[in-house]
């Protein structure tokens, strides 16, 4: 018998071995797991992960991986692979996997553009029946198919999509695409609106936007409106967390106008547009315009025609003078949208120093500005200058009077233009709202067609439109050529290329990147007759056209005709009016009878020069945006009722003008129908 001291020592030796024995024969008797797959989850492996998973599988797992796989395809924009992997589904397809099959359909159709097979797909989808990953992909689909136009099935599906996300951002996101929707739709829209009993959300939205228009043009009753409506409705997520555009109404301050430094080239080809404005914005300044008239100008100054070639000086969309007699009479007056503030009030306490921006460099005149004790900087006006302020580091508040071709979005900083491009965009809604859907765009064969094209062509499609024609005409004796030979204007064209801004932006919410539709005027032309022309002429050019047309049109036809005020001057007699008869125009409303006194006072000071005029109601405006300059700035919907239109800004600030259109009626001007 051996002793207990030696069996101890061998029992320790025989311990490891045993337990790497156990160990060794854990490991080889242990099949490779499959790693767990959710066709309801998330996709946030990559598609090569997916298929290779879907090559090892051999169960019933296959086709889930490759559903997921199909998924990841498209989340990576890998279209045409995705659509032969789901052409290579199994036909059997159970319940669950089946969903999945018709939201992945969907979102291959909204990335081929083809939104209207997309929606049916979504239509055969039993919601109830998602997981909610899957829920907020559908929604997201949903939102894609509406080809960015607001509506309540819109409103209704960011709305039903909020409970889902869990990200913060995600939230925020949804937040202000629902404010942005609900503030995007149209009047008739929201008129018609019929909501359930149990849409509460919905219901508050529409409640916060009625407080929203009724105070945005007083940032202190907003301030308290907004604050009523979240103790009113405690459980809506907007109560939680404020759309962007709200949330900054919180911490609103009014700019300091103590003093303005106004920035204007006093010499030089550009000088006698700068006096307008300047007298403008003086005469608002000092009350003059509250009497209802101005006070007499120096000597009528006539703007140089070497002045009106140069692209950098005309501010105005419309530069030919003409000194004949106006025709006050002839215009009715008209009015603008009511819900905005009027003319900022004179103001004795403001300094104004006036700089010369022909005589030193931009950014050496607003360091001076700012030396000097300037709070606010009205200008310059040259847009050659304005594209220097995107390299000063100027901390001043500035109001610049043109627009360059890139805007810089910076919170210091808005654009306030009289440009054609703004008639252009103008027109496009004016058009659009009153039903027409196949517009030709008769431009002169210039910078100024192309810049009118572009401008038009780019908003009509953000309303919804198809391509855009367009035709150009050469010098007015091309033009009497033409009308002598019996030859007419034939309302056809070729289609305008514009790319949209939101062509390249796509939408992630909840891990689904859906890319921003392409509309139908990316992808085809314009069929079907023409039913409406917007001119842009001078009235000389006009006068001629207008008969042209009617040589290949009949009257049958109902096409309609829209102009530019660039054919708006003084001078046009009644057969002129007669011979425009139902042609529609746009103009300041100042030029269109909103105030009469203060519109003869102002012919007479610039000698019925009516660019001059347009000019000088900027300068009033100006007057007013600089005393609502941070209203502008960073209250989305704040609106002036101004001279040269009701004035709104961009998210960029750069001012919109919703002009006042008239019309040629029995040789009269009158509101347009």
Request: hydrophobic fraction near 40%; glycine fraction near 6%; aromatic fraction near 6%.
């Given at each position: ?42 996709a946030t492996g990559t598609s090569d992960y ?339 302020l995107a390299n000063s580091q100027s901390p ?278």
């Amino acid at each position: 018998m051996l002793p207990s001291k030696v069996v101890q020592r061998k029992a320790l030796r025989t311990v490891p071995l045993l337990l790497a024995a156990l160990i060794f024969a854990g490991c080889t008797g242990q099949t490779p797991q499959t790693p767990a797959v959710n066709v309801q989850g998330a996709a946030t492996g990559t598609s090569d992960y997916y298929l290779q998973q879907m090559q090892q599988s051999a169960d019933d797992n296959k086709v889930d991986w490759q559903l997921l796989a199909i998924r990841a395809l498209l989340n990576e924009g890998k279209v045409p692979q995705a659509s032969d992997r789901l052409s290579q589904l199994p036909q059997d397809l159970n319940a669950t996997r089946r969903q999945e099959q018709l939201l992945l359909l969907a979102q291959l159709n909204v990335a081929q553009q083809k939104l209207p097979d997309a929606a049916s797909q979504l239509k055969q989808i039993d919601t109830s029946a998602l997981s909610q990953e899957q829920q907020v992909r559908y929604f997201q689909l949903q939102i894609a198919t509406s080809e960015g136009r607001p509506s309540l099935d819109v409103l209704r599906a960011w709305i039903a999509q909020e409970p889902l996300l869990t990200n913060p951002a995600d939230k925020q996101k949804n937040i202000d695409a629902t404010w942005q929707t609900l503030t995007q739709m149209t009047p008739d829209q929201m008129n018609n609106l019929t909501i359930n009993a149990n849409e509460n959300v919905l219901q508050g939205w529409l409640d916060l936007l009625g407080v929203y228009r009724a105070n945005a043009s007083d940032p202190d009753m907003l301030k308290a409106g907004i604050s009523d409506w979240q103790t009113r409705y405690p459980y809506n997520p907007a109560a939680k967390m404020l759309p962007t555009a709200l949330s900054q109404v919180q911490n609103f301050q009014p700019a300091s106008t103590g003093k303005i430094a106004l920035l204007l080239p006093l010499s030089g080809q550009a000088q006698v547009f700068a006096n307008a404005i300047q007298k403008g914005f003086n005469d608002a300044k000092n009350g003059v315009l509250a009497q209802g008239s101005a006070p007499a100008a120096p000597a009528p100054v006539q703007a140089p025609q070497a002045a009106q070639a140069s692209p950098d000086a005309v501010v105005s969309p419309s530069a030919t003078p003409d000194a004949a007699a106006a025709q006050p009479d002839d215009v009715q007056p008209q009015s603008v949208p009511a819900n905005s503030v009027e003319t900022a009030a004179p103001s004795s306490g403001t300094q104004v120093q006036v700089y010369d921006t022909s005589t030193q460099p931009i950014d050496q005149i607003l360091a001076q500005a700012k030396n000097d004790g300037a709070t606010l900087v009205v200008g310059p006006l040259l847009k050659s200058h304005v594209e220097q302020l995107a390299n000063s580091q100027s901390p001043l508040n500035v109001l610049a009077l043109n627009e360059p071709e890139n805007v810089q979005n910076r919170p210091n900083l808005c654009y306030f233009a009289l440009s054609p491009e703004d008639e252009a965009r103008d027109a496009a809604h004016h058009m659009w709202d009153q039903g027409k859907r196949t517009p030709l765009l008769l431009v002169p064969r210039s910078s100024l067609g192309d810049r009118v094209n572009k401008a038009f062509a780019a908003e009509w499609q953000k309303l919804g439109g198809n391509t855009v024609l367009q035709q150009q005409f050469g010098s007015k004796a091309e033009l009497k050529q033409g009308i002598n030979s019996g030859a007419g204007i034939r309302l056809s064209g070729t289609p305008i290329n514009v790319q949209p801004a939101a062509a390249s932006a796509g939408v992630t919410i909840g891990g689904l990147t859906i890319p921003a539709p392409v509309t139908d005027a990316q992808v085809s032309s314009s069929t079907g007759s023409v039913d409406s022309v917007y001119i842009v002429a001078t009235q000389d050019e006009l006068s001629l056209i207008k008969p042209m047309i009617a040589m290949r049109v009949s009257s049958r036809d109902n096409v309609g005709l829209y102009a530019s005020s660039r054919s708006y001057q003084a001078g046009a007699g009644p057969d002129f009016r007669l011979e425009l008869d139902g042609l529609q125009f746009s103009d300041i409303p100042l030029l269109s009878g909103a105030n009469p006194a203060l519109m003869q006072q102002a012919a007479k000071s610039f000698n019925n020069d009516y660019s001059l005029v347009r000019l000088y109601a900027m300068g009033i405006d100006a007057w007013t945006l600089a005393n609502h300059f941070n209203e502008m700035r960073s209250l989305p919907g704040f609106q002036i009722k101004g001279d040269t239109g009701n004035l709104s800004a961009t998210q960029d600030c750069v001012i919109n003008r919703k002009l006042v259109w008239s019309q040629y009626r029995q040789g009269q001007i009158v509101p347009a129908s």
